[in-house]
């Protein structure tokens, strides 16, 4: 589809009763460029027939105008041609007049189609410049507007299907309290308890856009992590290490925060033999931000996995991601929620384990209160001789 380039709009006013001064100031306004240029052309042509002998200098300077006035506003086809051929006119005219007086030689007047070329070839390209620019623009609302249709589709088919979930759940669950011993069952149970975990993932993932996906506050960082810390070191048998903790205030969501370090202190769990060592610590970046890990000494991400590793669906090792349960969802809610903040993920990662740090910004260390020095200091004493 050709873009088309709209002029400021002075047809808003025909047909309307009358003009107030209101509106005089809005037009003036909007094409005092154009009125200035008018005013430089009218100049101009008066000098040419005022100084005939000096012409050429007016003539130039009314054509290198206009096509500086073009490079600000490119207007459409037809203003542009009624300008096109005024200006002819105004240049054109006093060339004339001296031919015709034998003042100047006819072959001069070849110029004045000449610089008419020269500026429709301005033209062209301007236009050809602001079309392309326009299609670009175009093109690019069309993919903003489809991601959001299908992000909008994503939460709501999560929403619906999360409905009958939870109803099939709740009846299995009836039937498994109630004596059903079935091994399908717990299979059944299994599999809608798995549903529902995507489900829930795929609800956070799709509301990561929204203005609210945040509710930033403050928090002191260390009994935070703490905390985290000592919930999973109770539920997995791995050597859990609580390593340096920075002390301060963290501008964060630390509900999500929280969901960010529960998926990577998961996958910790779920991608390292049993006993294994697993570090929480955090740290500042060289960026100054507050960067939090945890470190594994697991399998290890395979070298080709880490590019993509926290796109939506990624499994770096599939048969064993299956077997442990995992869609490959985790990680791209943890870099939705750095990014969130303002804020990034990565991963280094060998055979023998990973290092996953989310980096986040709008972090103020605690001020370190030094003792105070004692009455008689600590320095060299001094003696006298
Ligand atoms: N600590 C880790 N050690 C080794 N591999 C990891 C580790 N963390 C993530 N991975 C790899 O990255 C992939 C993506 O992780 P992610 O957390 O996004 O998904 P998942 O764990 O497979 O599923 P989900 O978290 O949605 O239940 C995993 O499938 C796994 O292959
Ligand atoms: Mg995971």
């Given at each position: ?40 052309a ?20 009314t054509?290198?105008?206009l ?16 300008v096109l051929?005024a200006t002819l006119?105004l240049t ?294």
């Amino acid at each position: 589809m050709r873009a088309t380039v709209r002029l400021p709009d002075a047809g808003a006013w025909v047909g309307r009763a009358p003009l107030t001064v209101s509106d005089a100031r809005t037009l003036l306004r909007r094409y005092r460029l154009e009125l200035l240029w008018a005013a430089f052309a009218v100049a101009n042509y008066a000098a040419m027939l005022v100084w005939p002998d000096w012409g050429t200098v007016p003539f130039y300077l009314t054509w290198i105008s206009l096509t500086l006035l073009y490079g600000f506003r490119v207007w459409p086809v037809g203003p542009t041609l009624v300008v096109l051929v005024a200006t002819l006119a105004l240049t054109g005219l006093p060339h004339i007049d001296q031919v015709l007086d034998g003042q100047q030689a006819t072959e001069k007047l070849a110029r004045v189609p000449l610089m008419a070329l020269l500026f429709l070839t301005v033209v062209w390209h301007a236009r050809r410049r602001v079309d392309a620019l326009q299609i670009a623009e175009e093109r690019s609302e069309q993919r903003r507007s489809l991601l959001e249709r299908q992000e909008r589709f994503i939460h709501d088919a999560s929403h619906e299907l999360r409905t009958p979930v939870t109803i099939a759940r709740g009846h299995l669950e009836l039937v498994s309290v109630r004596g059903g011993e079935a091994a399908e069952l717990e299979v059944a149970l299994d599999e809608l308890r798995r549903i529902d975990a995507i489900i829930g993932r795929l609800l956070v993932l799709a509301t990561a856009d929204q203005a609210n996906f945040l509710q930033v506050e403050e928090i002191d960082v260390e009994p935070f992590l703490e905390d985290v810390f000592m919930r999973w070191s109770e539920v997995a048998p791995r050597a859990w290490r609580l390593g340096t903790l920075n002390v301060g205030r963290l501008r964060v969501d630390p509900e999500r925060l929280r969901t960010a370090l529960d998926a990577l202190l998961e996958n910790a769990v779920k991608y390292t033999p049993e006993h294994a060592a697993i570090e929480l610590r955090s740290r500042r970046d060289r960026t100054g931000q507050l960067s939090i890990e945890v470190e594994d000494e697991g399998f290890g991400v395979p070298a080709e996995a880490l590019d993509r590793i926290f796109d939506r669906f990624a499994r770096a090792d599939a048969a064993r991601t299956r077997s442990a349960g995992g869609v490959g969802l985790g990680l791209a809610i943890v870099d939705a929620i750095a990014k969130g903040h303002g804020g990034h993920c990565t991963v280094r990662s060998t055979p023998h384990g990973s290092t996953f740090a989310l980096h986040l910004p709008h972090f103020a260390p605690a001020v370190v209160r030094l003792e105070e020095p004692p009455l008689f200091g600590y320095g060299p004493s001094c003696s006298s001789a």
